[in-house]
């Protein structure tokens, strides 16, 4: 059942956020793309560890008036850092997660010392990112809650409900409430080689590093597309400070092609190795005591998926694979990761 929900999920959602007609006047460059983010590992009938992601994010070319003060200082940031110079082309993005952990065994109420601690966390961000046609640097501020006022207990709790799933019974053992700070800079290059046609490939290596309260690691990957229109962003993104990958580049992306052209099918894969000396959801609370588990220093990932573009929308789905994150962790954990994005 909870697979029936997700796939009714990917094909609603369009329908749902977005009123705009796709066969509205062309536009000569991108400036707006709002992405919706969707990772669980029900697409592997579990419901342990990394149990669940959620992140909207929107990427403007320039931020709404409003936002003024904002854009203005991440302009200079990106100034500061050189990040951002003359010949690339920026952007900037607002973001708002929550992401849920909880230990393997949800079916008891005492606390389970040899799995991970129950954990929730509710963030929003703000980011900068700077491109051209072969680098992409981008640099994130995100800010949220860990513990009870993430309210991942009741998201949790309220969805099982709902589609009458197992309650999770030791949520009372969950982390203490902790301000979260994180910044996070990535940076990724791209060789690709697209025929006239629009068959070809791109391959995209990437590193990046995070340092925060909750989260301090250096990261490395490689992320390889083929296909038919593949778009010409960054790789494909999942839920981690920095995502905001399928931000496309310019009007030479298949999202603006002529609307008969205007579809796009490709194949993807990619892998990744982190160095993570903290990790306050294996690590325990920062400054009160609380359950904790010996985390893993050095952990890798992989991913393989499919992307298709129809009109405006990039849509994707992946199945993720992580090694253990912690000594006692009993098996690999395996979730699926979705993204809708819509470019106008």
């Given at each position: 059942?909870?697979?029936?929900?997700?796939?009714?999920?990917?094909?609603?959602?369009?329908?749902?956020?977005?009123?705009?007609?796709?066969?509205?006047?062309?536009?000569s460059?991108?400036?707006?793309?709002?992405?919706?983010?969707?990772?669980?590992?029900?697409?592997?009938?579990?419901?342990?560890?990394?149990?669940?992601?959620?992140?909207?994010?929107?990427?403007?070319?320039?931020?709404?008036?409003?936002?003024?003060k904002?854009?203005?200082?991440?302009?200079k940031?990106?100034?500061?850092?050189?990040?951002?110079?003359?010949?690339?082309?920026?952007?900037?993005?607002l973001?708002?997660?929550?992401?849920?952990?909880?230990?393997e065994n949800?079916?008891?109420?005492?606390?389970?010392?040899?799995?991970?601690?129950?954990?929730?966390?509710?963030?929003?961000?703000t980011?900068?990112?700077?491109?051209?046609?072969?680098?992409?640097?981008?640099?994130?501020f995100?800010?949220?809650?860990?513990?009870?006022?993430?309210?991942?207990?009741?998201?949790?709790?309220?969805?099982?409900?709902?589609f009458?799933?197992?309650e999770?019974m030791?949520?009372?053992?969950?982390?203490?409430n902790?301000?979260?700070?994180?910044?996070?800079?990535?940076?990724?290059w791209?060789?690709?080689?697209?025929?006239?046609n629009?068959?070809?490939?791109?391959?995209?290596?990437?590193m990046?590093?995070?340092?925060?309260?909750?989260?301090?690691?250096?990261?490395?990957?490689?992320n390889?597309?083929?296909?038919?229109?593949?778009?010409?962003?960054?790789?494909?993104?999942?839920?981690?400070?920095a995502?905001?990958?399928?931000?496309?580049?310019?009007k030479?992306?298949?999202?603006?092609?002529?609307?008969?052209?205007?579809?796009?099918?490709?194949?993807?894969c990619?892998?990744?190795?982190?160095y993570?000396?903290?990790?306050?959801f294996?690590?325990g609370?920062?400054?009160?005591?609380s359950?904790?588990?010996?985390?893993?220093?050095?952990?890798g990932?992989t991913?393989?998926?499919l992307?298709?573009?129809?009109?405006?929308?990039?849509?994707?789905?992946?199945?993720?694979?992580?090694?253990?994150?912690?000594?006692?962790?009993?098996d690999r954990?395996?979730?699926?990761t979705?993204?809708?994005?819509?470019?106008?």
């Amino acid at each position: 059942m909870k697979k029936n929900f997700f796939l009714l999920l990917i094909i609603l959602l369009p329908k749902v956020v977005f009123s705009t007609d796709l066969n509205s006047a062309e536009i000569s460059h991108p400036s707006k793309t709002f992405s919706f983010f969707f990772e669980n590992d029900a697409f592997f009938d579990t419901d342990r560890e990394y149990s669940n992601g959620i992140r909207l994010s929107m990427t403007y070319s320039n931020l709404p008036p409003n936002y003024y003060k904002v854009q203005n200082f991440l302009e200079k940031i990106g100034r500061f850092t050189k990040i951002s110079d003359g010949d690339s082309t920026q952007a900037y993005s607002l973001s708002i997660g929550q992401n849920i952990y909880t230990p393997e065994n949800t079916q008891t109420k005492e606390l389970v010392k040899d799995e991970r601690p129950y954990a929730g966390l509710t963030y929003i961000g703000t980011g900068i990112i700077s491109a051209t046609e072969t680098t992409m640097k981008t640099l994130e501020f995100s800010t949220g809650i860990i513990g009870p006022l993430s309210l991942a207990e009741k998201t949790q709790k309220t969805i099982h409900e709902t589609f009458g799933w197992q309650e999770p019974m030791g949520w009372d053992n969950q982390l203490s409430n902790e301000p979260f700070i994180e910044i996070v800079f990535s940076k990724r290059w791209k060789k690709k080689n697209i025929s006239n046609n629009g068959f070809g490939f791109d391959l995209i290596p990437e590193m990046g590093a995070g340092i925060g309260n909750a989260l301090v690691y250096l990261q490395t990957g490689i992320n390889f597309r083929v296909g038919y229109n593949i778009p010409n962003d960054f790789g494909t993104p999942r839920i981690r400070p920095a995502t905001d990958t399928n931000f496309p580049l310019d009007k030479t992306d298949p999202r603006f092609y002529p609307k008969y052209k205007r579809l796009g099918l490709y194949l993807f894969c990619s892998a990744d190795a982190l160095y993570v000396p903290r990790n306050i959801f294996l690590d325990g609370n920062t400054f009160k005591n609380s359950h904790s588990v010996k985390r893993n220093p050095v952990i890798g990932s992989t991913i393989a998926g499919l992307g298709v573009i129809i009109h405006r929308f990039n849509i994707i789905y992946g199945h993720v694979f992580n090694t253990k994150v912690y000594e006692t962790e009993k098996d690999r954990q395996y979730y699926g990761t979705i993204s809708v994005s819509y470019t106008w």
